[in-house]
């Protein structure tokens, strides 16, 4: 059974920082594509970042040079550092592997 289990959302202010990790089980973590998606209040699923099994990272634009994302494939662990954020990065936040997701974690950019 797959399972994936995001963490490390909060409050945080402008300009701020935050890292949210996916604790992935029930596939092959090391060899799957992992994704994160975030979702806004009142608007649909966006795609922001995946990195392949090669460690190929891919961004949307908007949060290019601000977004990390990475993976610890000894802990079966995806991660997304996430600096300089913005009100605009107000979502929830959804890790999948591209069959399953989680229930995500809320991150909320305000001051």
């Known amino acids: 059974q797959v399972q994936l289990v995001e963490s490390g959302g909060g409050l945080v202010q402008p300009g701020g920082s935050l890292r949210l990790s996916c604790a992935a089980s029930?596939?092959?973590?090391?060899?799957?594509?992992m994704l994160w998606f975030r979702q806004a209040p009142g608007k649909g699923l966006e795609w922001v970042s995946s990195?392949?099994?090669?460690?190929?990272?891919y961004y949307v634009d908007s949060v290019k040079g601000r977004f990390t994302i990475s993976r610890d494939n000894a802990n079966n662990t995806l991660y997304l550092q996430m600096n300089s954020l913005q009100p605009e990065d107000t979502a929830l936040y959804i890790c999948?592997?591209?069959?399953?997701r989680g229930q995500g974690t809320q991150v909320t950019v305000s001051s």
């Open positions: 990195m392949n099994r090669y460690g190929n990272q």
């Open positions: 999948s592997n591209g069959e399953s």
């Open positions: 029930g596939f092959t973590f090391s060899t799957a594509t």
